[in-house]
């Protein structure tokens, strides 16, 4: 699903990929608030089309400029007997702070945004968890 958005103009080319973090302090009161401010936030995108205007921002030093963004689907663990590719679950990152551990990048993925609902889009298999857990990798949307 594509969704339009503002990003600042030096990031606004196709391609490139960001998390958008969520509203900044100064972008309270600003006209484009509601177009600069709709994604999820702690969500990875990717810039598939960028628009020619350019508008003034206080947060952006060159000003912001409109883009239609895709969300970038990631890698996660989660806790699961059965995996139905393009089913949707409840997706939460597996409650995990062993920081050593080889999984931990995908038990508690970046760019996966705020826990709900996720599309399972690929089963990858089972993952060998030291603390026991049934684990499953899946690349989720």
């Given at each position: 699903m594509v969704?339009?958005?503002?990003?600042?103009?030096?990031?606004?080319?196709?391609?490139?990929?960001?998390?958008?973090?969520?509203?900044?302090?100064?972008?309270?009161?600003?006209?484009?608030?509601?177009?600069?401010?709709?994604?999820?936030?702690?969500?990875?995108?990717?810039?598939?089309?960028?628009?020619?205007?350019?508008?003034?921002?206080?947060?952006?030093?060159?000003?912001?400029?409109a883009v239609e963004v895709e969300v970038v689907p990631f890698k996660a663990a989660i806790q699961a007997r059965t995996i139905m590719e393009g089913s949707l679950i409840v997706y939460a990152p597996v409650d995990c702070d062993h920081i050593g551990c080889p999984n931990h990048k995908t038990c508690r993925p970046m760019g996966a945004g705020t826990e709900g609902k996720k599309r399972i889009l690929v089963s990858i298999g089972a993952i060998d968890c030291p603390r026991g857990l049934t684990l499953k990798l899946v690349m989720l949307e």
């Open positions: 969704h339009i958005t503002m990003v600042g103009v030096k990031a606004a080319k196709e391609g490139v990929e960001f998390v958008y973090m969520g509203m900044a302090e100064e972008c309270k009161g600003c006209k484009l608030l509601n177009v600069c401010s709709n994604l999820e936030g702690k969500r990875a995108y990717k810039v598939v089309k960028t628009r020619d205007a350019v508008h003034d921002c206080p947060v952006h030093e060159e000003g912001v400029r």
